[in-house]
């Protein structure tokens, strides 16, 4: 947490509370870290990790961001920032389509978990790395990088966060919670 006060403001209290209070799913590994500096006076941030049913590896990053004055291109006074990236297996990483759905995981998430925002804005990112000599790994990665920011609307930040949990767990293929994917069984 950064400060150019010593008194933390109750808002951003609040809102850091109720991103802690989120219960993700058991697939899904959350980590508080230290936060950006000189972004806002107030920040947060966590890490998230989690692997999918055909051990798709997703990293992420939610920081919470608070100014009391506010910047303009926030449209208010806190700002929530999301980074994931993820390995693609080839096939999809050559789907035109794939930036739009990435993209889609983020707002049907944030619809889903019923949060409010305005100033939704971000990129999708597709990358594609060749190995050559005797760097070790397999010869070809691709990865999906998917980077937002937006101003959550309302006082309650705890679907912001389950909104970002649900991003991750879509990017890695995960079905909803209480549906079995295809192929998978249990065993019980």
Do not use: N, Y
Request: aromatic share 6%; with cysteine; hydrophobic share 45%.
């Amino acid at each position: 947490m950064t400060a150019s006060t010593s008194r933390v403001p109750e808002l951003f209290q609040r809102a850091v509370s109720a991103l802690k209070s989120v219960q993700p799913r058991p697939e899904l590994q959350l980590a508080e870290v230290k936060p950006p500096q000189r972004l806002a006076p107030w920040a947060f941030a966590c890490t998230a990790e989690v692997t999918g049913p055909a051990d798709v590896l997703a990293t992420g990053r939610l920081v919470l961001l608070h100014d009391p004055e506010g910047q303009e291109a926030w449209d208010g006074v806190l700002r929530v920032v999301a980074f994931v990236r993820a390995e693609l297996d080839a096939e999809l990483a050559a789907d035109p389509l794939l930036p739009s759905v990435g993209w889609s995981w983020l707002t049907d998430a944030l619809e889903a978990s019923g949060a409010s925002w305005t100033a939704l804005g971000g990129t999708v990112t597709e990358t594609s790395s060749a190995r050559f000599g005797d760097i070790a790994g397999p010869s070809r990665t691709d990865d999906l990088e998917l980077r937002a920011s937006w101003t959550p609307t309302g006082d309650d930040l705890t679907p912001h966060g389950e909104a970002f949990c649900e991003l991750m767990a879509s990017v890695v293929g995960l079905p909803p919670v209480g549906v079995a994917a295809f192929g998978l069984r249990r065993d019980g």
